[in-house]
């Protein structure tokens, strides 16, 4: 199926799991473009899609410059930022989604001074407790309050990666657990609230979506497992 038909599926599928958890905000959908060439970029931003994920500053810095001027696109890092590639993140992405811990946002804060500009982030939570993921524990409110109070980051929300389970109520627990983190945290915000909830990638974004997701990120539902590509394009 086409990148085109795909996405309808998937949006009727947010539509009817918004339904049954009795939610009716816009879930915006993130393209994850990882490991795929920049004209899948391309066409996504043709789908109308204008927002693209991308987990590696390298990587990422190669695709972009091969991409022609498409307005409104807005491209986010997805993926883990060692704090020897913050400067090129920030020069390159419209928002830093994997905020995982206070002194990766210290250091954040520092060099976005030192650009001059505020950086978009949201802070990665581990709702999980899996050792193989990284994050803020959820238990951390402080830290996460605390860089809410950098003058050069703009928290607009929270993210997790659910676990990898087939055990559906164990991966909505982890979601739920990131909704009563954002409420514990705007509970005690004051002047601004954090209104995104990034969680749900192509394998539990329904059930991601039933508990309040405000944004998914999708890969393999968009554009197919990788190797299919790889083959069509041998033919």
Known sequence: MSLSGNLIKIREKITRAQRRGGFNHPVLIVAATKTHPPQFIEQAYASGLRYIGENRVQEAEKKFSLL?????????????????????????????????????AEKINIRANNHRRKVSVLLEVNTSGEETKSG?????????????????????????????????????????????????????????????????????????????????????????????YMKQKKQ
């Open 68 to 104: 022609p001027n498409l307005p409104g696109l807005e491209k986010r890092m997805i993926g883990h930022l060692q704090s020897n590639k913050i400067n090129k993140a920030i020069s390159l992405f419209d928002s830093i989604d994997s905020i995982n811990s206070l002194s990766l």
């Open 136 to 228: 803020f524990p959820p238990k951390a409110i402080d830290d996460m309050l605390a860089v809410c109070e950098f003058n050069r980051i703009d928290v607009r929300g929270l993210m997790t990666v659910g676990p990898l389970t087939q055990d559906k109520e164990e991966i909505r627990n982890s979601f739920r657990c990131l909704k009563k983190t954002q409420e514990s945290l705007n509970s005690q915000l004051y002047g601004y609230t954090l209104k995104d909830l990034s969680m749900g990638m192509s394998n539990d974004y329904e059930l991601a979506v039933e508990e309040g997701s405000t944004m998914v990120r999708l890969g393999t539902a968009l554009f197919g497992f990788r190797r299919e």
